[in-house]
Structures are given as structure tokens and as C-alpha cells.
């Protein structure tokens, strides 16, 4: 049948969308003249091709005659309630938890954070892969807090029984943060094409749609400057970065420079960042873990709650191939404090809320 629509008293065609995949398909019968009868109950089921051999995202309504009185009927689930298994529930309660918790966290109420993801791991104990996620969100804000014995207790188990492979490496990455006050993780995907440097040193490159993974990092005391180099494919480019140590987020979204100079850039430019012109203030945009619908790398790092942002040159810099991101920051080891260092002539344009760590 072509594409298209047709209707009849009786039966019809509402859309129909042959020629395009994934195209959406409405139908309606009505069984007036072959009524199908029942007296108690009737299952009617569609076949997903022949044997159901596909996999279409079928759903449908009902309508039939009954004679009165009748049992009063329970509760109707929404469509999307019907179709979630225990598991897609399960889930959905995580990720609504996580969310909640990510909000707590920002308004600097870690005990609730922390309560709202004990509740989830004792509600989904049974479940095991919402569980070892829910463990690993709870074990994040331990270290955080500064509850390390509690941390390292709970990633113990969770390297121990958990049979995800990258699971086990990521949960293997924040005990690392715990064996010493100085060492960091540092958490980075960028849109397309990316290369990190660390006070001229590259640390790690990649790509958005590869295997996603955290650099180790061990921080001295003093002056750093963190450099990414964006290679962008499509539309606009951006990246999203941050910082973890056992006292929480050194590198916040707002302390990020962003320039495209249209000159020649010097293969060595890392070296020495400042000679580049046009810096300016990144413009940040959503938070990253839940808008990564294209990849399925970052699942288990969505659980972590991180609150960095995607910082996008689309308000900065437009139809460039090329960008450079740009942080400096103080760390100043025991301490736990940190500052930032803006170029001279950007002081008085952008002026900066200072968050200091305790």
C-alpha cells in the first residue's frame, strides 16, 4: 500500500509511512458487523512479524459494550507506567533519585544526598545493576564529605562483586583518590575530537563516541593551567571537564576561557597558552551526563553525579573548526584551597564569584 491515508466507516488508515525508516503507522476497525463477543475477560495480542521475529514499538486502544451493572474497574496505568517492566521502573526511581541527590549536593546538603541514595540501595537491593550504581553514587559523596573509611568500605565490596568489567575500573579510579590527599581523577569528553594538557604535559585524547575513562592525576601545590584543544566535525564544538579529589570539585564550569583566533596557531601552543588572543568566558550550557542520548558509554558515570557543565562555543565562537579551553587555578595541597587566575585584561570584563573549599 502507498503511503499515505484512508478512511472507511469501518476500518482505515490514519498515517502511513512506508518509505521512511522508523516511519509511524496509524490504523483503526471497528467490529460492528463481526462482533468478537466475551463474557469475563479477552487477551488480544498483535504479532511483531512473522514468528514476531521484529521488534516494532507497538500500542493501541480499546473500546467494547458491556451490559451494567458492572465491577468497578482499578486503577488504568499511563501508557508509559504499562509498558515499564520492574527493572525500566527501577531505573526510572534511580535516575529520579540521582537527580534529587545532584540537587541536594549543589545546595551543599550532603547528609540528605547521602540519605536519598541509602534509601535507593536498600529499596533496590534486589536489583543489581540499579543497585551497584546507587553504591557507587553513595560512595562518591562519601568521599566528598570526607567520610573516607566509608568510602573505601563500600568500593571495596563493590570491586569485589561486581562482574562489569568497566564498572570495576571506574569503581578501581576512585579508590585511587583515597590513597592520598593530592591525588585527583579528571573527568573529560568533548564534541568531536579532544586533547588535554596539564601545565603543558598532555594527559589523554579521545573522542565523544569512544570508551569513556577517567586520568589519574597527582597534584602538587601551586599555580596549573588545564588546556583542551576541540577539533569539532559538526555545528559547534564544546567539551565538558571537571576535577575530583577527596575534598570534592577543584575545576567548576565557571572558570573556563574559550578562544578560536583565526591566526596560525603554533603547534606548541600548549607551552605557552597566554600568546593566543581573543580569550574570553566560556558560556556554559546543560549538565553533561544526561544529554549524552547518542552513546551509551557514560551510564555508569551519569551515576556519579558529576556537576560539571558542557561548555559550547555556539554564544562564543561560531563556524570554527577549531577551539581552545582554557583553566588556571591555585591548589594548594592540604589545604584544600584553590583560586583562579584570569589574564589582566579580562579581570574587570568578567568578574568571578570566588567558591573557596574548605
Known sequence: MPGGSKQTPLFGVIEYEPEIKNGESALYRFHLEDPIRFNKSIRVTVEHGHNNSRSDDYCSVAYWYQKEPGDTFGYLPRVKEARMTPIMRARTNFLNGLKKSCRLEAENKIDRAIAVMRDLVERYKNYREVAENAKLRLAFLYIIAGESEKAEELLSRLYKLSARRKFRRLVADLLYVLESPDNALLFITGDDYYTVYLDGRKLTEGTLYE?????????????????????????????????????????????????????????????????????????????PWEVLFWTRNFSFFAALGLQAKWL?????????????????????????????????????????QRIIFP
Open 312 to 352: 559550547w562555543s555556539e554564544k562564543n565562537y561560531v563556524n570554527y573548526d577549531e577551539y581552545y579551553f582554557r583553566c588556571d587555578f591555585v591548589y594548594r595541597g592540604s589545604l584544600w584551597r584553590r583560586q583562579i587566575r584570569y589574564l589582566a585584561n579580562l579581570t574587570t570584563a568578567f568578574p568571578y
Open 211 to 287: 570508551d569513556f575513562k577517567p586520568v589519574r592525576l597527582r597534584l602538587l601545590p601551586g599555580e596549573h593551567t588545564v588546556l583542551v584543544e576541540c577539533k569539532n566535525v559538526l555545528l559547534f564544538g564544546g567539551v565538558c571537564v571537571e576535577i575530583v579529589s577527596m575534598r570534592g570539585t577543584l575545576i567548576s564550569d565557571r572558570e573556563w576561557l574559550i578562544t578560536s583566533p583565526p591566526e596560525k596557531i603554533d603547534r606548541k601552543w600548549y607551552l605557552h597558552p597566554e600568546e593566543l588572543k581573543g580569550w574570553k568566558k566560556a558560556t556554559e550550557y546543560y549538565r
